[in-house]
């Protein structure tokens, strides 16, 4: 039998008073916050100042977070343009390079100035709220090289909340089995692959999930997490799996609760949703960019857009958290299309597809014909169907009902849409 978990990880808080602010008291306190890293990083960012100076905007233009609408959004690729303009941080930084304590290395390459103490709240609000509590001993299996998720914002972290952290990082797979089997280590910090990896290498080994490991809470990002892996993970090891999201530029930016509804904005940020094209907010229930503001003083970045798409609630959470959530993450910005007016993306495409598991494969093809808009559902099917017309015209009801757009389905044969394939091909040509 496995051991019983003494713990109580599905109820509390890591910081009570801002997680459970009645809503009107958050927007207060969030513009409060607003309004002094504006100050600050007027003042203390070159990059920001100009970017403000720019636009034509003084730090007293910005009172709210229907303001930061006025602000040009600074996007990820332009950012790397900025830095090699003016190395290393692109202006970006809000202290003296002598008051850093590391510099961290994206894909880019972006650099990241590192602070002398860690300060972010978002993370390990994801982790309290996914089941980490003080004593637990967990194994970080992110890359501790060069990027600052690892050392930085986990490691850290996991010790604000009192865990200890086993800086196991990337790979040996086996090793990180043996590890957790002696250390008893009731945590994991990972991603959602690397713990399948563990799982199905442990069993290969001929050890009992349960019995032999003692993992109890898994804090999991940097991939997609499907809700059957989840299950299948959950049940396998009897442990809590939560995700979160976030990017190494700004930190976190969303984190699951008990309640596995979308995911919960940390209260050191603002996100706004926007229109890519426009960069003007769409509020909540429209899908469009993530677009991040932080308070962080060492790296004051201000409508940072993320690339990502998602849709924000601001619906009541049971778990008595106030803050809105990310519902999910659909997809990339350049992946996104305008079809008759309406943006179509790669998340709607998924979610067609999930509500039928006669569906092998789909790809959305775009095309103009006569001046119009044509959408058509390329659908290869895991087996024959008998009457195809009746499914057709269930898949195409359903196509209205995602995309508020009407479409055409076409099954084609096995193999007809190749592996990497785009999600949605856009075949139109503009004259
Ligand atoms: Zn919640």
């Known amino acids: 039998m496995p051991k019983q978990d003494p713990m109580d990880r599905s109820s509390g808080y890591l910081k009570k008073n801002l997680e459970t602010i009645p809503q009107k008291k958050r927007l207060e306190y969030l513009n409060q916050k607003l309004r002094g890293i504006i100050q600050y990083a007027y003042k203390h960012s070159i990059a920001f100042k100009?970017?403000?100076?720019?636009?034509?905007?003084?730090?007293?233009?910005?009172?709210?977070?229907?303001?930061?609408?006025?602000?040009?959004?600074?996007?990820?690729a332009g950012l790397v343009e900025l830095q090699k303009k003016n190395p290393p941080f692109g202006g970006f930084e809000g202290v003296p390079m002598n008051e850093l304590r590391r510099i961290f290395i994206s894909p880019g390459p972006i650099f990241e100035p590192g602070e002398m103490e860690y300060v972010e709240l978002g993370w390990a609000q994801g982790m309290y709220a996914g089941g980490f509590r003080p004593g637990d001993i967990a194994i970080n299996t992110f890359s501790y090289h060069m990027v600052p998720f690892a050392l930085h914002m986990v490691d850290n972290s996991l010790h604000r909340i009192g865990c200890v952290s086993i800086p196991t990082g990337v790979g040996n797979t086996e090793q990180q089995?043996?590890?957790?089997?002696?250390?008893?280590?009731?945590?994991?910090?990972?991603?959602?692959?690397?713990l399948l990896n563990i799982a199905e290498k442990a069993e290969e080994m001929g050890l009992d999930l349960k019995k032999d490991l003692n993992l109890k809470v898994g804090f999991v990002a940097a991939e997609m997490l499907p809700e059957s892996l989840r299950s299948k993970l959950e049940e396998k090891f009897g442990m809590i799996i939560r995700q979160t999201y976030g990017t190494a530029d700004i930190g976190c930016l969303g984190y699951e609760c008990m309640k596995k509804n979308g995911m919960h904005i940390p209260d050191d940020k603002i996100v706004e949703i926007v229109d890519p094209e426009t960069g003007k907010q769409l509020g909540s229930g429209k899908t469009g960019e993530i677009v991040a503001t932080t308070f962080n003083k060492i790296y004051p970045l201000v409508r940072f857009g993320t690339g990502d798409l998602s849709i924000v609630t601001e619906a009541p959470c049971h778990c008595g958290r106030t803050s809105p959530?990310?519902?999910?993450?659909?997809?990339?910005?350049?992946?996104?299309?305008?079809?008759?007016?309406?943006?179509?993306?790669?998340?709607?495409?998924?979610?067609?597809?999930?509500?039928?598991?006669?569906?092998?494969?789909?790809?959305?093809?775009?095309?103009?014909?006569?001046?119009?808009?044509?959408?058509?559902?390329?659908?290869?099917?895991?087996?024959?169907?008998?009457?195809?017309?009746?499914?057709?015209?269930?898949?195409?009801?359903?196509?209205?009902?995602?995309?508020?757009?009407?479409?055409?389905?076409?099954?084609?044969?096995?193999?007809?849409?190749?592996?990497?394939?785009?999600?949605?091909?856009?075949?139109?040509?503009?004259?």
């Not at 995602?402 to 856009?426: C, N, S, W, Y």
Request: positive net charge; proline residues 4%; glycine residues 6%.
């Open 325 to 431: 959530r990310l519902l999910k993450i659909l997809g990339r910005v350049d992946q996104v299309t305008k079809v008759r007016g309406l943006f179509v993306h790669p998340g709607q495409v998924d979610e067609l597809a999930s509500r039928y598991p006669q569906i092998a494969k789909v790809q959305v093809v775009v095309a103009r014909k006569e001046q119009k808009d044509e959408m058509t559902f390329r659908i290869e099917l895991k087996e024959e169907v008998l009457q195809t017309e009746k499914l057709k015209e269930e898949i195409e009801n359903s196509i209205r009902d995602v995309m508020k757009l009407r479409g055409d389905v076409q099954f084609t044969p096995k193999g007809t849409i190749t592996e990497g394939a785009k999600k949605i091909e856009d075949q139109r040509t503009w004259e």
């Open 50 to 76: 100009n970017k403000m100076d720019s636009a034509g905007l003084k730090p007293k233009d910005i009172q709210t977070i229907k303001d930061l609408e006025k602000i040009p959004i600074t996007k990820k």
């Open 177 to 194: 089995i043996h590890i957790l089997k002696h250390l008893k280590a009731t945590g994991f910090c990972g991603t959602p692959s690397f």
